[in-house]
């Protein structure tokens, strides 16, 4: 009886045979010459099958492209379907070359986010850097910090921007009671000032919009309506040049304690002022929810409105600080 392969020697084999071939194989190939399907070959039919569908579910969740090909005059006859890897996915091409040192920033980078917040083409790009099998002398640091989108909306959006279809979901802005239901096709996913935006054209509005993804309240519902694809080209960068601007066109002036947290934070983005520093910003209430946070380390001249909503928070913070003292 031979012996039997183990199952990550078998997933390796069947990668590198998908990956050999242009035209595909079939089934019927891959189980009689594929080691660990070859050894098995005289067992239950069903169970072999069985076998292989498990394998191409776990490649495929891997981030693995394994591609379903059907017959040359029928594409949807899927009868003698044939299956490979194309290498497209794997290799870099060929007028593209990188320094040990460079390789180690690209590795570095691919190992701070986190797989759930990667896109299926940043996985694919973080795959086509392994595949060079290019050792780097030592490691640039030794620990990498993780980055990983918290907001419950990033994963459902990611993905419906990836397949080009349309979202709904609940949107309460500042000042509102309850949230409006919003249409959108989201085109991007921006981060700017150390928060996530959707950027994309809401349906019902008939225009560009920009939603923050912490004022979105539930679950986002990812429809089957699809758009153009080619809608997201440049949507990224059309998205943070509208930030930057809105960013541009408004400023706070700050009074700071030197060497405090907020002087610290705040004065990296900041530009000296006659009176203090002048903070870019883009969302008011933002800015007011963090500037009440350092409490006395900041004063804010102006805007009036962004003034009047830092005190209106701070005396909020103090009457729950009060009600909760004469509860205890």
């Known amino acids: 009886m031979a012996a039997r392969i183990p199952a990550e020697e078998r997933l390796t084999n069947l990668v590198v045979a998908l990956m050999a071939t242009e035209i595909g194989l079939t089934k019927q190939q891959i189980l009689a010459s594929v080691s660990g399907y070859r050894q098995r070959s005289e067992g239950r039919a069903d169970a072999l099958d069985k076998m292989f569908e498990r394998d191409k579910d776990e490649l495929r969740a891997l981030g693995i492209p394994i591609e379903t090909l059907g017959d040359h005059a029928d594409p949807n006859d899927l009868r003698e379907a044939r299956y490979r890897i194309p290498k497209a996915e794997y290799d870099l091409p060929v007028d593209i070359e990188f320094t040990p040192a460079e390789l180690a920033v690209l590795r570095l980078a691919g190992s701070v986010w986190s797989e759930e917040s990667l896109s299926a083409d940043a996985q694919a790009g973080v795959r086509k850097i392994r595949a060079l099998g290019i050792d780097v002398d030592e490691p640039i640091i030794g620990f990498a910090p993780r980055i990983t989108a918290r907001d419950a909306a990033f994963a459902p959006l990611q993905g419906a921007i990836e397949r080009s279809v349309a979202v709904s979901f609940d949107y309460l802005k500042p000042g509102e009671e309850s949230p409006r239901r919003r249409r959108v096709q989201p085109l991007a996913l921006v981060e700017y000032e150390a928060r996530w935006h959707v950027f994309g054209r ?104 962004l003034r009047d909503a830092v005190v209106a928070r701070l005396r909020a913070a103090a009457a729950t600080h009060i009600d909760t003292k004469g509860g205890a």
């Open 202 to 305: 809401d349906i019902d509005a008939d225009g560009d919009r920009m939603f923050l993804l912490t004022r979105i309240v539930g679950d986002v519902t990812v429809s089957a309506d699809a758009f153009p694809a080619e809608l997201r080209e440049g949507a990224g960068e059309r998205a943070l040049s509208s930030l930057g601007a809105v960013a541009a066109a408004h400023s706070a002036l700050l009074e700071l304690t030197p060497g405090t947290e907020a002087a610290l934070r705040l004065g990296r983005r900041a530009e000296p002022a006659v009176q203090g520093i002048r903070v870019p910003y883009v969302d008011l209430h933002i800015l007011a929810d963090e500037l009440a946070s350092y409490g006395p380390e900041v004063r804010v001249v102006e805007p009036e409105e």
